[in-house]
Antibody, heavy 119, light 113 residues
Framework: QVRLVESGGGVVQPGGSLRLSCEAS????????MHWVRQAPGKGLERVAF????????NYADFVKGRFTISRDDSKNTLYLQMNSLTTEDTAVYYC????????????WGQGTLVTVSS | DIVVTQSPDSLAVSLGERAAISCRSS????????????LAWYQQKPGQPPKLLIY???TRESGVPERFSGSGSGTDFTLTISSLQAEDVAIYYC?????????FGQGTKVEIK
């Protein structure tokens, strides 16, 4: 079955950088788009970024403002999120999700990794 | 982006009573190629990731109790809990997955009256 395991979260100072990873298994990773979604403490869910299968297309939420980069390594079945110029407002649990695909039924989510931006 | 709006923000219902949450989309979520609505409902309890309850607006995920049901089409959708149980206390989110720019409702907190 689909399994997504995020890693790379932790505590970082404002202005710092962090790279999140999401290791995928149980499906043909290269055939699906992938998402990053985040949830700040006590807040709702918001999309961060999307990358199409084979990396053909990317899009980002406005608040990313060129600070984050989504990428993938299909040879390693792994999705990444490079986060630079972090602020305290980026503190959140970051989830990766497998896109449902064209005509597909549903997305699948990982368990999330916590990023804390604090001095 | 498609805007998804939930109502109410919070809901207090007696045990065994019915709870209903509304979700409205700024664009139709009906995909003409398969006649499916790309709207999902999630349940989230404290400290846990969101759990999928309903996909395609009305299809219950495997293992989800029958008291949870989804309805609606196009731009207006409803999640109904037919008989609220104590374990249903949670925040519920709707999500459109019609476009790659996934968007979510703001969440509805369901509590026991």
């Amino acid at each position: 079955q689909v399994r997504l395991v995020e890693s790379g979260g932790g505590v970082v100072q404002p202005g710092g950088s962090l790279r999140l990873s999401c290791e995928a298994s149980g499906f043909s990773f290269s055939s699906y788009g992938m998402h990053w979604v985040r949830q700040a403490p006590g807040k709702g869910l918001e999309r961060v970024a999307f990358i199409q299968y084979e990396g053909r297309y990317e899009n980002y939420a406005d608040f990313v403002k060129g600070r984050f980069t989504i990428s993938r390594d299909d040879s390693k079945n792994t999705l990444y999120l490079q986060m630079n110029s972090l602020t305290t407002e980026d503190t959140a649990v970051y989830y990766c999700a497998k896109d449902c695909g064209l005509g597909g039924m549903r997305d699948h989510w990982g368990q999330g990794t916590l990023v804390t931006v604090s001095s | 982006d498609i805007v998804v709006t939930q109502s109410p923000d919070s809901l207090a219902v007696s045990l065994g009573e019915r709870a209903a949450i509304s979700c409205r989309s700024s664009r139709s979520l009906l995909y003409s190629s398969n006649n499916k609505n790309y709207l999902a409902w999630y349940q989230q309890k404290p400290g846990q990731p969101p759990k999928l309850l309903i996909y395609w607006a009305s299809t219950r995920e495997s293992g989800v109790p029958e008291r949870f049901s989804g309805s609606g089409s196009g731009t207006d959708f409803t999640l109904t809990i037919s008989s609220l149980q104590a374990e249903d206390v949670a925040i519920y989110y709707c999500q459109q997955y019609y476009t790659s720019l996934r968007t979510f409702g703001q969440g509805t907190k369901v509590e026991i009256k």
